[in-house]
């Protein structure tokens, strides 16, 4: 597609239960990343897919959030138990490669609230 | 951390003058990159400068990048209303992914 496409753009849900986050990435780009922003905060890495390589799940906050990326291409987090701490804005961004000049392209991000 | 850190946390000036955003870090870096935000939501792609790079521009943007005191600056000039956002900075190294700074809060006033 022409962009990163997220959905839902908003999530409200109960806690406890599990939600599901979605990422189209731009067509071609093999690097994608998921971020996560709390309100009035800076991004938080979460996890990283390049290519057929194994994830980078260094900054998944728990065993709670998990995250796979079928075919290369759409990306799904899954966040299970979902607790009032895990609200914040989910943002997935795509690159062509991890070095690529051009920098990420972002989505719109979800907001996810957890009451 | 390659965490980079902005300042100000937040500046307000009136449309027409220039804002000035630093970023400082502290670990050695391929390429760094600011970023916009409007309304807590998506992040725009503004401006990427590599480490042996020391300015560039991009229309009323202009970064430098001083590696031996690990920090750079952005600067819009002329302002306008719709410049106000949040600005960040983003380094990439070591480190996979971008690391993101918490950001600059900008408010231009017509």
């Known amino acids: 597609g022409a962009g990163v496409s997220q959905s839902p753009s908003n999530k409200v849900t109960e806690k406890g239960k599990d939600v599901e986050l979605r990422c189209d990435p731009i067509?071609?780009?093999?690097?994608l990343y998921w971020y996560r922003q709390s309100l009035g905060q800076g991004l938080e890495f979460l996890i990283y897919?390049?290519?057929?390589?194994?994830?980078?799940k260094s900054g998944l906050p728990s065993d709670r959030f998990s995250a796979e990326r079928t075919g290369g291409s759409v990306s799904t987090l899954t966040i299970q138990r979902t607790q009032q701490e895990d609200s914040a804005v989910y943002l997935c961004?795509?690159?062509?490669?991890?070095?690529?000049?051009?920098?990420?392209?972002f989505g719109s991000g979800t907001r996810l609230t957890v009451v | 951390s390659q965490q980079g850190e902005e300042d100000p946390q937040a500046l307000s000036i009136q449309e027409g003058e220039n804002a000035t955003m630093n970023c400082s870090y502290k670990t050695s870096i391929n390429n760094l990159q600011w970023y916009r935000q409007n309304s807590g939501r998506g992040l725009v792609h503004l401006i990427l400068i590599r480490s042996n790079e020391r300015e560039k521009h991009s229309g009323r943007l202009r970064v430098t990048l001083d590696t031996s005191k690990k920090s750079s600056s952005l600067l819009i000039t002329a302002s306008r209303a719709a410049d106000t956002a949040s600005y960040f900075c983003a380094l990439s190294g070591s480190a996979r992914q971008l690391t993101f700074g918490s950001g600059t809060q900008l408010t231009v006033l017509p």
């Open positions: 897919f390049q290519g057929n390589s194994a994830p980078d």
């Open positions: 961004a795509s690159s062509l490669s991890r070095d690529s000049w051009g920098g990420y392209t």
């Open positions: 067509s071609g780009h093999t690097a």
